[in-house]
């Protein structure tokens, strides 16, 4: 992914695409000390920016670092790169990081560092399989709970388990993972958050040991404009079974449907559809 043309705005300037590195002896390298976002721009716009730029800030300071960027620098710096870019439809990656000043565990000395790039990024489920529904697979590794590690920090380190779970999806030949909790409760997917519909109304399970994401609360609020009724509460794999439809939401995935989880099967209803039209409508500004 290095070896592009294009530009990557870093520490303040746009650098070269293949000019944007950092030393091998990187704090974040070695011990995760890194934070980062991802959002999209949809028509030149992008959707529910300073809520990102907010997070990014605010996951920095949960792993104990202080960005030298306001919000707003942040929400102009992604504007300038996706200038930069010329993309009007784009995936966007801002990455926030302790630097190489200093390598002890110890990250007193290091210096914080943000780089944020920008790049077509079609579906995230190809969009014959999510038409239909995407078929994950249970995950080998479970969510921790939040007095193991800042699981409200959209940090890098936790991605560890995100990244074996889709590995070892995706070796198994599904799509993705769905994802318990430290106490068995379902959780998410590696990178999305999770629905459940039943008779008409949606069951989320409450965000405690996972992010609370920004697509998840859009889609509630779709939701309840719809006067549909949304529980938020703990769901126990036992429940999977009796839900007829499930879905996932996230920044990249936007509104997934999905066909199976492990054993369990499901169904693309019209509910979910209809959100999921709804969220295409607003993110592309065809709604109030
Ligand atoms: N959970 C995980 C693990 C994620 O990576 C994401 C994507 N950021 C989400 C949930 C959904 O968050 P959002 O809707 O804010 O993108």
Redesign the pocket.
């Known amino acids: 992914f290095d070896d592009r043309d294009g530009f990557i705005w870093f520490d303040g300037k746009l650098v070269p695409w293949r000019e944007a590195n950092v030393h091998v002896l990187t704090h974040a390298l070695h011990y995760a000390s890194s934070v980062f ?3 999209r721009a949809y028509g030149g716009k992008i959707f529910k920016l300073t809520e ?1 730029s907010t ?1 990014l800030r605010r996951s920095a300071e949960l792993i104990g670092f202080e960005l030298p960027w306001s919000v707003a620098e942040i929400d102009a710096a992604c504007e300038e790169v996706l200038a930069a870019s010329g993309l009007k439809d784009a995936y966007m990656r801002p990455l926030a990081w302790r630097g190489s000043e200093s390598m002890g565990v110890n990250p007193h000395g290091t210096k914080p560092h943000l780089a944020i790039a920008c790049w077509h990024w079609g579906k995230y489920f190809p969009p014959e399989k999510a038409a239909r529904g995407i078929r994950l697979d249970i995950a080998p590794w479970r969510r921790p709970a939040p007095y193991t590690a800042p699981t409200q920090s ?1 940090a890098s380190g ?2 560890m388990i ?1 990244s074996m779970s889709k590995a070892h999806a995706d070796n198994r030949g599904f799509d993705d993972a769905l994802m318990f909790d430290w106490r068995g409760q379902v959780a ?6 999770a629905f459940f519909i039943r008779d008409n109304v949606i069951h989320t399970p409450t965000p405690d040991c ?2 609370d ?4 609360r859009t889609v509630i609020e779709l939701a309840k404009k719809r006067g549909i009724e949304v529980q938020e509460r703990a769901i126990w794999p036992e429940e999977l079974e009796s839900f007829q439809s499930f879905f996932l ?5 936007e509104v997934t449907f999905v066909q199976s989880a492990g054993p369990w099967s499901f169904e693309v209803g019209a509910l979910q559809q209809q959100l999921a039209k709804d969220y295409d409508d607003l993110v592309n500004g065809r709604q109030a």
């Open positions: 976002e991802g959002q990102h997070r959209k936790l991605y995100a998410e997917a590696t990178g999305a958050n996972f992010l994401g920004i697509t998840r939401t996230g920044s990249a995935a």
